[in-house]
């Protein structure tokens, strides 16, 4: 794919050296111009080789080799007025070039065009090039009478397409009046491009956009004044008018391409720079570098999601909302995004090398916002336990004054009854003291179920396994348990899977609709991973009510992690992965 | 019994929010000589019951599912009917501390301490 750029280049090469010997033998243009101007050429076409080298990916580099050569190719006719082969060249290539530049310059930087209009005109330069090829091709005839004053009567040669005698020369007078128009369009396209661009391609497209502007202009000029091209081999000035503007454009060019070796040293202060950056000021120095003022960073945090240095979450922006966003680091591992400006997505070299060179100052960064995370989270979730055991207590409160403490109110008030109908009515008494009775078991019941909640006995005293069974019976859905460790867990990891079920049942019971519920513990690798899956109605959400985020509390301070999937209609899957080793 | 003499004739209206509570409370004061005329289980039922039976005194629960014996205490006092409210608590009266000392009551009794006698000699000013 390398050889082919290589190849055109020879080839522009040989042109060039046909022409200029061409000139020299039969000595028009003059020598001198002659070397100079296609000379020129060649310089141009060899930029147009490097950019085409450089950026395969776009067609800009292409497009702008193929510009001087078929400018030169247009040359042919003048050099070798004589030969049909080289007249015919020639006319098939009159306009070409142009049509070539105006396609690079309105796709530049990103080889795409950016509006229906620039696609428009540039559609339109093609069909004007050819057609005004094809009307020299086909209708041209010298030996025909013709225009004296024309100067295209200098060719003694027919081309080898030639079809019929047109009067050529009416025909060209309106194109060129076409030409005249369409060279003003092309400057308002352009003076839009800039106006339309992001800043950062101002920078890039704005020589480009200059120097095309004025090749156009001049060509309005010529046109106006002399109502057809100047014939620039005889004119000493309008020769280095037409010389300059045929090479400015690919100059500018090559200066974009020396701005991005500058870039490119600019990453080498940047590695330095970074040495002495204090944490945090990593994207000024990196906004600097790449110079896109709006730069922002967010780190990738270990658990999922991003963050800016403080540890508040960011959102990346979606594409297509004006926005690019580079990830640096390793797939599997990234340490941060660059959210910056599309344009320098056209430097991808330059991204990398700075990304590369600030990574380690960013995995700093990231390392400290992730601190900041967890000390942040830390904090809330010990505010959240200490409310927790809070309202566990007041709750507590409520269950002993509702429950067990009213039947023992009421059996001290059967017994005070019991007494004062001691003598009295055996039968009364005896109802009386039935009815202490009854109270006092219905109290020593509730309180059981108070402790259970508290902390139930038979995890306590029997482990996991019967602690679920107990759960499973108690609950309303029909419960599976898939198996349980048999051995003893740590008693933390015990009764956090314990409560997790016990909390995971009564919600599925309570939201989910669920026909059945399957729980699960393995222990494996040093951790207790605990499944709860339901079929219910799905749409949990730990971020509402408070019992899952409680269970998430819990998870967490024993460091283990707690999954929710609970796509809405399908069934809810809960997933903790507890230590225990 | 005790104050079989002294109230022979007074009526009440036990408010609580735990039947068992009630019913041995009106057995209690049955048994006293007290009238129990009807129960009440929250604030709603019990200001309409004082409204039609027009009781001497109302054995009203601090905690009620839809207000406080302390408010439904002020909303009494100024029935036209007056009675003489009698506030009870599971809790001690040292839990309630001013609002009790500020309630439009006779007086405060723990339930655990709950006796006719108790009662009659609070509203023992009364009719």
Same mark, same amino acid.
């Given at each position: 794919?390398?050889?082919?750029?290589?190849?055109?280049?020879?080839?522009?090469? $040989?042109?060039? %050296?046909?022409?200029?010997?061409?000139?020299?033998? $039969?000595?028009?243009?003059?020598?001198?111009?002659?070397?100079?101007?296609?000379?020129?050429?060649?310089?141009?076409?060899?930029?147009?080789?490097?950019?085409?080298?450089?950026?395969?990916?776009?067609?800009?580099?292409?497009?702008?080799?193929?510009?001087? &050569?078929?400018?030169?190719?247009?040359?042919?006719?003048?050099?070798?007025?004589?030969?049909?082969?080289?007249?015919?060249?020639?006319?098939?290539?009159?306009?070409?070039? %142009?049509?070539?530049?105006?396609?690079?310059?309105?796709?530049?930087?990103?080889?795409?065009?950016?509006?229906?209009?620039?696609?428009?005109?540039?559609?339109?330069?093609?069909?004007?090039?050819?057609?005004?090829?094809?009307?020299?091709?086909?209708?041209?005839?010298?030996?025909?009478?013709?225009?004296?004053?024309?100067?295209?009567?200098?060719?003694?040669?027919?081309?080898?397409?030639? =079809?019929?005698?047109?009067?050529?020369?009416?025909?060209?007078?309106?194109?060129? $009046?076409?030409?005249?128009?369409?060279?003003?369009?092309?400057?308002?396209?352009?003076?839009?491009?800039?106006?339309?661009?992001?800043?950062?391609?101002?920078?890039?497209?704005?020589?480009?956009?200059?120097?095309?502007?004025? *090749? /156009?202009?001049?060509?309005?000029?010529?046109?106006?004044?002399?109502?057809?091209?100047?014939?620039?081999?005889?004119?000493?000035?309008?020769?280095?008018?037409?010389?300059?503007?045929?090479?400015?454009?690919?100059?500018?060019?090559?200066?974009?391409?020396?701005? $991005?070796?500058?870039?490119?040293?600019?990453?080498?202060?940047?590695?330095?720079?970074?040495?002495?950056?204090?944490?945090?000021?990593?994207? #000024?120095?990196?906004?600097?570098?790449?110079?896109?003022?709006?730069?922002?960073?967010?780190?990738?945090?270990?658990?999922?999601?991003?963050?800016?240095?403080?540890?508040?979450?960011?959102?990346?922006?979606?594409?297509?909302?004006?926005?690019?966003?580079?990830?640096?680091?390793?797939?599997?591992?990234?340490?941060?995004?660059?959210?910056?400006?599309?344009?320098?997505?056209?430097?991808?070299?330059?991204?990398? *090398?700075?990304?590369?060179?600030?990574?380690?100052?960013?995995?700093?960064?990231?390392?400290?916002?992730?601190?900041?995370?967890?000390?942040?989270?830390?904090?809330?979730?010990?505010?959240?336990?200490? #409310?927790?055991?809070?309202?566990?207590?007041?709750?507590?409160?409520?269950?002993?004054?509702?429950?067990?403490?009213?039947?023992?109110?009421? &059996?001290?008030?059967?017994?005070?009854?019991?007494?004062?109908?001691?003598?009295?009515?055996?039968?009364?008494?005896? #109802?009386?003291?039935?009815?202490?009775?009854?109270?006092?078991?219905?109290?020593?019941?509730?309180?059981?179920?108070?402790?259970?909640?508290?902390?139930?006995?038979?995890?306590?005293?029997?482990?996991?396994?019967?602690?679920?069974?107990?759960? /499973?019976?108690?609950?309303?859905?029909? =419960?599976?348990?898939?198996?349980?460790?048999?051995?003893?867990?740590? /008693?933390?990891?015990?009764?956090?899977?314990?409560?997790?079920?016990?909390?995971?049942?009564?919600?599925?019971?309570?939201?989910?609709?669920?026909?059945?519920?399957?729980?699960?513990?393995?222990?494996?690798?040093?951790?207790?991973?605990?499944?709860?899956?339901?079929?219910?109605?799905?749409?949990?959400?730990?971020?509402?009510?408070?019992?899952?985020?409680?269970?998430?509390?819990?998870?967490?301070?024993?460091?283990?992690?707690?999954?929710?999937?609970?796509?809405?209609?399908?069934?809810?899957?809960?997933?903790?992965?507890?230590?225990?080793? | 019994?005790?104050?079989?003499?002294?109230?022979?004739?007074?009526?009440?209206?036990?408010?609580?929010?735990?039947?068992?509570? @009630?019913?041995?409370?009106?057995?209690?004061?049955?048994?006293?000589?007290?009238?129990?005329?009807?129960?009440?289980?929250?604030?709603?039922?019990?200001?309409?019951?004082?409204? @039609? !039976? @027009?009781?001497?005194?109302? !054995?009203?629960?601090?905690?009620?599912?839809?207000?406080?014996?302390?408010?439904?205490?002020?909303? !009494?006092?100024?029935?036209?009917?007056?009675?003489?409210?009698?506030?009870?608590?599971?809790? @001690?009266?040292?839990?309630?501390?001013?609002?009790?000392?500020?309630?439009?009551?006779?007086?405060?009794?723990?339930?655990?301490?709950?006796?006719?006698?108790?009662?009659?000699?609070?509203?023992?000013?009364?009719?």
């Amino acid at each position: 794919v390398r050889a082919i750029p290589a190849l055109v280049l020879c080839a522009g090469a $040989g042109l060039c %050296a046909l022409l200029i010997d061409g000139a020299h033998r $039969g000595g028009w243009p003059p020598t001198d111009k002659a070397a100079i101007g296609y000379s020129a050429g060649l310089l141009s076409i060899a930029i147009g080789v490097v950019v085409w080298l450089r950026r395969p990916d776009t067609r800009t580099g292409m497009l702008l080799t193929a510009f001087p &050569i078929a400018s030169l190719a247009a040359d042919l006719d003048i050099v070798f007025p004589a030969s049909p082969t080289a007249i015919t060249a020639a006319f098939a290539c009159e306009s070409l070039g %142009a049509a070539f530049l105006v396609h690079a310059v309105l796709s530049y930087p990103t080889g795409r065009f950016s509006s229906r209009l620039d696609r428009g005109f540039v559609v339109f330069a093609y069909v004007y090039a050819t057609a005004r090829g094809l009307v020299l091709l086909l209708f041209y005839d010298p030996h025909a009478p013709h225009d004296p004053l024309m100067f295209d009567w200098y060719f003694r040669a027919r081309p080898l397409t030639h =079809v019929a005698w047109l009067d050529v020369t009416r025909i060209v007078d309106v194109f060129d $009046g076409v030409l005249f128009a369409a060279a003003l369009g092309l400057v308002l396209l352009l003076v839009r491009k800039v106006l339309r661009a992001s800043p950062g391609e101002q920078r890039i497209v704005l020589p480009l956009v200059a120097a095309t502007c004025f *090749a /156009a202009l001049q060509v309005a000029v010529q046109l106006a004044v002399y109502r057809e091209p100047v014939n620039s081999w005889a004119s000493g000035n309008w020769f280095w008018v037409v010389t300059f503007a045929s090479v400015a454009t690919p100059l500018a060019l090559a200066l974009g391409i020396l701005w $991005g070796r500058r870039a490119r040293s600019a990453v080498a202060d940047l590695v330095v720079e970074l040495e002495r950056t204090p944490p945090g000021a990593v994207r #000024e120095a990196l906004a600097r570098t790449l110079r896109d003022p709006s730069l922002e960073i967010a780190l990738c945090l270990e658990r999922g999601g991003y963050a800016d240095g403080e540890g508040r979450p960011v959102t990346l922006p979606a594409s297509g909302s004006g926005r690019a966003v580079t990830v640096l680091g390793p797939a599997d591992a990234p340490v941060a995004a660059l959210v910056h400006d599309p344009v320098l997505l056209e430097r991808p070299a330059l991204l990398a *090398a700075a990304g590369a060179a600030a990574r380690l100052a960013l995995e700093n960064e990231r390392l400290q916002a992730e601190l900041r995370a967890q000390v942040a989270e830390l904090r809330a979730s010990r505010t959240r336990i200490v #409310e927790a055991g809070d309202d566990e207590r007041r709750r507590l409160e409520r269950d002993l004054h509702d429950g067990a403490q009213q039947r023992l109110l009421a &059996i001290g008030l059967a017994l005070q009854l019991a007494r004062g109908q001691l003598e009295a009515d055996a039968e009364t008494t005896r #109802e009386l003291l039935d009815e202490a009775d009854a109270e006092l078991r219905a109290a020593l019941d509730e309180l059981r179920e108070l402790a259970h909640g508290i902390h139930p006995a038979v995890l306590t005293e029997q482990g996991l396994g019967p602690a679920l069974a107990t759960l /499973a019976e108690r609950s309303p859905v029909p =419960v599976t348990i898939d198996g349980v460790p048999d051995e003893r867990l740590p /008693a933390p990891a015990e009764a956090a899977a314990y409560f997790l079920v016990s909390e995971a049942l009564a919600n599925v019971a309570k939201y989910a609709h669920a026909s059945r519920i399957r729980v699960s513990v393995v222990r494996e690798n040093g951790r207790a991973r605990v499944e709860i899956h339901d079929d219910g109605v799905g749409g949990a959400d730990p971020s509402r009510g408070s019992g899952l985020r409680g269970l998430l509390d819990r998870v967490q301070s024993l460091d283990g992690r707690l999954r929710i999937d609970s796509p809405p209609g399908r069934g809810t899957h809960l997933e903790a992965e507890i230590p225990c080793a | 019994m005790l104050c079989d003499d002294l109230h022979v004739s007074a009526t009440v209206l036990v408010v609580d929010d735990h039947p068992s509570f @009630r019913s041995f409370a009106r057995r209690l004061l049955d048994d006293a000589g007290f009238a129990v005329l009807d129960e009440a289980g929250d604030g709603a039922s019990a200001l309409a019951a004082v409204r @039609r !039976l @027009r009781p001497d005194v109302v !054995l009203l629960d601090v905690l009620l599912p839809d207000t406080t014996g302390f408010e439904l205490a002020d909303v !009494l006092a100024a029935e036209p009917s007056r009675p003489a409210v009698v506030l009870v608590s599971s809790r @001690r009266a040292t839990d309630f501390g001013a609002s009790l000392e500020r309630a439009s009551a006779r007086g405060f009794i723990t339930k655990s301490e709950l006796t006719a006698a108790a009662v009659a000699e609070l509203v023992g000013g009364g009719p």
